[in-house]
């Protein structure tokens, strides 16, 4: 065995100890999932469909989210993560109408996913196949933010300070509407929110208690809330998530997240990322003709919204290739 090939085993030892068998580091030379994907300005322009899993796969056919809609503004648009396959920008757009009816003025539109999805350079570990999506839990506000806003402003955390629990200065009737409403789409399978925040609603919610069973407990999320869609018809590439359990998930499940146990730090040598070591043959195979295909004649012709109220349908001739070229991104900033 030669030396390279002995410190390449070593190395693929070590992960396996940490757990992470299932994505192997990279080979010296061997480029990075996330750098080619991030490098990548518009979609793939194919037929729509997500590939592989919600943390490990890449999606064709992708749309974006204008920057301004009639009920939405997109926030840190430097870093190119409007994209998503179409039945998740559409899913927002009608979102952010229908939320008006329950009193939430606009939505403040987080990362979706890159033109091509793939691992990030920097952030979440999923958001890979266009079916995952953020929003803030800030109400928009009733002028237009401006760029430097964009990218500066943070979001406002509802919780109290140092609290696992919601802050009632804070909360408002609206937010648990926004979710509510969010859980109510049939192709929505569940909603990452604070533990907090579940607690609220678990506390305080009346009457139809159903779609508590998608609103999902998790670490962080207490500045945006993360919808998250099930596989599309036609992609049959793609891997669905176990459904949530069919209770509204207010018992011992949820108290679990108010003892230390969740909150305690890990022990033993970090874990690498496993967006920061994978590499192309990590992903599904499908993920090599997305990364290679021509992308759209330009990017207005593959984005909804606008001035529009609704998204207007998806024209053939936005999919016409043009001659491939690589266009740089700029330097990604620090996520917020």
Known sequence: MTLKAFLYAGAVAALVALGGAATMP???GEPLAKSLFGAKRLPAATTPRAWGFYSKGCF???MAIAVDGPNWQAMRVSRNRRWGH?????LIERLSREAVADGWPGLLVGDISQPRGGPMLTGHASHQIGLDADIWLTPMPDRRLTASERENLSATSVLQQGSLYVDDRIWTPAHAALLKRAAGYAEVERILVHPGIKKKLCDTVTGNRAWLSKIRPFWGHHYHFHVRIGCPDGSTGCRSQKPPPSSDGCDKSLAWWFTDEPWRPAKGPAKPKARD???MKDLPAACRQVLEAPAPVSEAAVT?????????PIAASAFAATPRREIPLPEPRPRR
């Open 86 to 90: 179409p039945q998740m920008i559409r």
């Open 304 to 312: 909804i919204g606008g001035d529009a109220v609704a998204a207007p």
């Open 60 to 62: 064709s056919g992708g």
């Open 277 to 279: 070591v994978m590499v």
């Open 26 to 28: 990279a080979q010296a």
